[in-house]
């Protein structure tokens, strides 16, 4: 798979999103006679086709409430055990990490919260009532299989998670790509409850030799560790969490953060958490074989950062987060219904 893992974008900080799952990912392959730059003959050609909709899965459409979402149904009549996928700051609705858990036995919710429809153009507030809205909606349907659901978030997705579990009911296991398990920008709000936001000082922006910004330390310090009062209270989650953190993301110390968020669960009583930690791994930790985002435009900045990574390192680490995904909602929602 490495001329796939390995694919680097013809623009400067592109990444590479899936938008259309109903299509397959596309690749055309050429083998030429001899080397560039002089003239070379074809010896031949072939088109490679990566699949994001296993046979039998459905995709359905959600416009119910305020919810805006995407729904993926294995194969089969059900019930399944269901997820709810959330995505990072960027905004819209990514579908294509959805529709691969639904190939794996998992019905499972591509939620949007921002930038997409009708919904707020950008992010202003964590506001829980709206995924509160998706939970009930996901424990509602005749298709899934209860009693709780599982949650999958990637960077501000994943911290979005942790609130979920922390303060709803009925979330049976959560998994976190890369968050910090800190509200970061913007406050937090749920019924009564709110939590204030970290903030960020934008002095510390470093330039790195590439001329690229690296944003790793911007936010503010921690003070009082496990007990800040910007951090998470999952200690308050039902089920149990798994950090999936990359050494070297570069968006914010997820490993630190992982471990901040291990005290705490211990501080409380709790059982460790499972860690698991990728040396040479970014932050942009995608399902297998993803070419690795090594910088992009920042939604927020509105200028070039990097996420770090090591291509190879980063291409394994996804491998294999995606195998400890899958073993983990095994484990904890039951498995899929024998077709």
């Known amino acids: 798979m490495g001329l796939f893992w390995a694919l680097e974008p013809e623009k400067p900080f592109w990444r590479f999103l899936?938008?259309?799952?109903?299509?397959?990912?596309?690749?055309?392959?050429?083998?030429?006679?001899?080397?560039?730059?002089?003239t070379q003959r074809l010896l031949g050609r072939a088109v490679h086709e990566r699949d994001f909709l296993a046979p039998g899965v459905r995709r359905e459409p959600v416009r119910a409430g305020r919810?805006?979402?995407t729904l993926f149904l294995p194969p089969g009549s059900g019930p399944f055990p269901g997820i709810i996928d959330i995505f990072g700051v960027g905004g819209g609705l990514l579908e294509y990490r959805a529709s691969l858990l639904a190939g794996h036995g998992f019905a499972t919710l591509a939620l949007a919260y921002c930038s997409f429809e009708d919904l707020p153009k950008k992010f202003d507030t964590i506001d829980l009532d709206y995924f509160e809205?998706?939970?009930?909606?996901?424990?509602?349907?005749?298709?899934?299989?209860?009693?709780?659901?599982?949650?999958?978030?990637?960077s501000l997705g994943a911290d979005i998670c942790l609130s979920m579990a922390s303060f709803l009911k009925n979330?049976?296991?959560?998994?976190?790509?890369?968050?910090?398990?800190?509200?970061?920008?913007?406050a937090m709000y749920y019924k009564e409850n709110s939590i204030p936001p970290l903030g960020h000082d934008l002095r510390r922006v470093k330039v790195a030799f590439s001329g690229l910004l690296d944003i790793v330390?911007?936010?503010?310090?921690?003070?009082?560790?496990?007990?800040?009062?910007c951090m998470i209270p999952i200690e308050k989650a039902q089920g149990p969490i798994l950090f999936i953190v990359g050494q070297d993301d570069?968006?914010?110390?997820?490993?630190?953060?992982?471990?901040?968020?291990?005290?705490?669960?211990?501080?409380?009583?709790?059982?460790?958490?499972?860690?698991?930690?990728?040396?040479?791994?970014?932050?942009?930790?995608?399902?297998?074989?993803?070419?690795?985002?090594?910088?992009?435009?920042?939604?927020?900045?509105?200028?070039?950062v990097m996420?770090?990574?090591?291509?190879?390192?980063?291409?394994?680490a996804q491998v294999d987060a995606w195998k400890q995904i899958l073993t983990f909602f095994t484990k904890h929602l039951g498995p899929s219904p024998k077709l």
């Open 307 to 316: 996420w770090g990574g090591e291509p190879r390192a980063h291409s394994k």
């Open 67 to 69: 919810v805006r979402a």
């Open 18 to 38: 899936k938008r259309d799952v109903q299509t397959p990912f596309a690749v055309e392959l050429e083998v030429f006679d001899g080397h560039e730059p002089e």
């Open 133 to 154: 809205e998706a939970l009930c909606y996901m424990l509602q349907h005749t298709q899934i299989k209860g009693p709780g659901i599982g949650l999958l978030g990637i």
């Open 217 to 229: 330390d911007i936010r503010n310090d921690i003070v009082r560790g496990c007990e800040n009062p």
């Open 171 to 186: 979330v049976s296991a959560t998994v976190s790509i890369n968050g910090s398990g800190f509200i970061g920008n913007k």
């Open 250 to 304: 570069h968006n914010w110390r997820s490993e630190f953060c992982a471990q901040i968020a291990s005290e705490r669960l211990q501080a409380h009583g709790k059982e460790k958490p499972q860690i698991i930690s990728y040396p040479g791994a970014g932050h942009y930790i995608e399902p297998p074989y993803f070419p690795m985002c090594p910088a992009s435009l920042h939604k927020l900045l509105d200028k070039p």
